[in-house]
């Protein structure tokens, strides 16, 4: 990368010293690309034909721009003209075009025009606008990275609407000037238009602007100086993982602006673009469906749609007025059974049923409200089922902790027409209120007991199919043995989103984190300038929340064959805690983060058993692993409001990134 320092900066030199006179009969002094083809020219970057002429308005062809671009980020070519692509026919005496699409293929400007076999260029066809775009935009990011800067969200650009796999290149090139004095450059410049040989140097000329210093005192960023050679366990390196560059994606992520990501959003939207904007300009390739970084699915989502109610009354003593007091979800009890998403509306007299058993039930309890002890998930269906067959009005079962509770992403559940709730013990005794009875009687009376309290409860939900996106980036390998095995990891992107009353949840650590820590990896291996031996891909699931949908989808439908995928991380709540937890049993996956952990003096406790977006990777034969913090932790908030980025913990950040990013690299080299 040194030699092509070198250039740019001779580059320079000339750029701020040379005024360039007309090469070209057919580029008129004043033209408003003269300046651009005559110093491309001078550069040996683009040439003319054979009659003396330049062709302003031709169009060029796909093979002629991978030799521009290569010659402009001042790439020296591979002297092989072995390639992967099949089309490319026999190769002149020079290489052409061999050497030029196999080195911006290397450099990671070019995926081909069949992902995600990458096997065909078509070198011959022309190549478009948005095309164009996207191998400079490319090859800038990879080849010098830091030197395009991506917009600001809520930026204006004339390419708003336009899908990936070019739309975010298309924006990073308006933003950062790339495509200024383009003639008729606007809301009519279409994008799927061929490039003319006049546009294409003016490109390219902006990007050598932008990546030549002002003056010839001054050095053009280039990548990082770390060697590999010298790091070969790749100890010094992990320790490159910058936590603040993770916090500021985590600030984006889980902010106000995206309402908590639920599926189907548009938060959500703006999160998983915001994710392939940051693949792109990381460099990784775009592996998603019809060549873009989406993989799009249908995924079922529950909603909370009214606010839940539970209010208990007390009725009066000596003449008073009777007592009301409504209590709050989520901090004084669950608005669900386990299994269960109950809704309607009931008021009634409430009767202690004791532990629920079957044999309780009978038609006297009809439209009452039944309070059970503390049971266990079977018990507690049991109950539920004969409640509706008895026409009980609405459920209340005690449990053993108290709030304030995780809200549930109401993923999983049947729906049932009857309010189910979970409340805490001081609940419960509050519905012993004008009754003889204590908490510790309760387990000797006899059932059905009725109590004096009334009460009145309700809730509603709905389920309803959205769609969902999976974003999907890759990191080619390069080693002709390996590079068609898969390494995955993965970390998903939605959360829980707002409830009915308002209240955000907006999932700082859960899951803002684990995206971060996945984006500043492949961020630092950007700047590092490694090429894995086996190919990486980086994914943002959707859906996990609603029920692994995102996983599981990609394992039923993969990019890439499962049979070639050799391992599998998943980063999930990693941003708060001092315990690192690896959950999977005896694989490579989990011995690597072992070997990892070891290496830099981390200690985890060990869970043999898969969760989350893990769990349908295990279950199809991958070697997985996932790293986490102790969930269950006060301090992890876990689906609460106070899940902001202000909880996160930046040595929690880069414990967990210094410890996933070694166990990448030392999988992905095929160790």
């Known amino acids: 990368m040194a030699a092509a320092v070198v250039i740019i900066v001779a580059l320079a030199v000339s750029m701020v010293s040379v005024a360039f006179a007309s090469t070209f009969p057919d580029v008129p002094a004043g033209h408003a690309y003269e300046t651009a083809v005559n110093d491309l020219s001078s550069r040996g970057i683009i040439s003319g034909y054979g009659n003396g002429y330049f062709g302003l308005n031709d169009q060029v062809k796909r093979a002629q721009f991978a030799k521009m671009i290569v010659g402009t980020l001042g790439i020296t070519p591979n002297t092989s003209t072995a390639t992967r692509f099949i089309d490319l026919g026999t190769p002149d005496s020079n290489g052409y075009p061999h050497i030029y699409v196999q080195t911006a293929y290397d450099h990671g400007i070019t995926y081909g025009t069949n992902p995600p076999a990458q096997t065909k260029f078509d070198p011959w066809t022309y190549i478009r606008h948005d095309q164009v775009v996207s191998m400079i935009v490319r090859g800038a990011n990879n080849d010098y990275p830091g030197s395009l800067a991506t917009p600001p969200p809520g930026s204006t650009s004339l390419f708003a609407g336009v899908p990936e796999p070019h739309g975010s290149n298309l924006r990073i090139a308006e933003y950062n000037g790339l495509l200024d004095g383009l003639v008729g450059m606007g809301s009519g410049w279409s994008v799927t238009a061929n490039a003319t040989r006049g546009e294409v140097a003016q490109m390219l000329r902006n990007l050598l ?63 998983g673009d915001c994710i392939a904007a940051r693949f792109a300009k990381y460099g990784l390739q775009p592996a998603g469906v019809g060549g873009g970084y989406f993989q799009p699915f249908t995924s079922m989502v529950t909603l909370n749609v009214e606010q839940p109610v539970l209010t208990v009354t007390t009725p009066a003593v000596s003449g008073g007025a009777d007592k009301s007091h409504t209590y709050v979800p989520h901090y004084e009890y669950v608005p669900r059974i386990a299994g269960y998403l109950g809704s309607g509306r009931a008021a009634g007299q409430v009767v202690w049923l004791g532990q629920c058993a079957p044999s309780d039930f009978d038609a006297s309890l009809a439209n009452q409200i039944v309070l059970c002890a503390p049971i266990a998930a079977p018990e507690q269906a049991q109950a539920v089922q004969k409640a509706l067959q008895f026409g009980v009005g609405g459920l209340l079962i005690i449990r053993e902790d108290d709030g304030p509770y995780a809200r549930s992403a109401y993923g999983y559940g049947e729906l049932i027409d009857m309010a189910a709730f979970r409340v805490s013990y001081a609940i419960a005794e509050d519905l012993l209120a004008g009754s003889p009875y204590t908490l510790d009687d309760l387990e000797q009376l006899a059932t059905p007991t009725r109590l004096a309290t009334t009460v009145d409860m309700g809730n509603a939900f709905e389920r309803t199919e959205r769609q969902a996106r999976n974003v999907l980036g890759l990191l080619p390998g390069v080693d002709p043995l390996l ?54 891909l980086f994914a943002a699931w959707d859906a996990e929340e609603q029920g692994l949908y995102g996983s599981k989808h990609y394992v039923s439908k993969p990019i890439y064959p499962l049979d070639r995928t050799v391992a599998y991380l998943n980063l999930d709540m990693v941003g708060v ?16 983060l072992l070997i990892s952990a070891e290496a830099f003096d981390i200690t985890p406790h060990v869970e043999p058993q898969y969760l989350a977006d893990d769990l349908p990777f295990h279950d199809a034969g991958i070697p997985t692993g996932c790293c986490i913090f102790d969930a269950n932790s006060p301090n992890s908030y876990l689906h609460r409001p106070e899940d902001d980025p202000q909880i996160i913990q930046p040595s929690s950040l880069r414990t967990a990134g210094i410890l996933a990013a070694h166990a990448l690299f030392s999988v992905s080299v095929g160790r």
Do not use: C
């Open 483 to 536: 590079r068609d095995e898969i390494v995955i990891v993965g970390a998903h992107y939605d959360h829980v989103g707002v409830d009915p009353e308002g209240t955000i949840y907006n999932g700082a650590n859960d899951n803002a984190s684990g995206v971060a820590v996945m984006l500043e990896i492949a961020r630092l291996w950007q700047a590092q300038g490694y090429r894995p031996a086996r190919s990486v």
């Open 209 to 271: 602007t932008k990546l030549t210093p002002t003056s010839t005192t001054t050095t053009t960023q280039a990548p990082t100086t770390y060697s590999f050679d010298a790091d070969p366990d790749y100890l010094e390196g992990a320790q490159m993982f910058d936590e603040q560059e993770a916090l500021d994606s985590i600030e984006f992520l889980a902010s106000d602006e995206l309402q908590g990501r639920l599926v189907g959003t548009p938060g959500n939207h703006e999160a």
């Open 577 to 592: 805690g001092d315990q690192v937890f690896i959950y999977g049993d005896n694989n490579a996956m989990v011995d690597q």
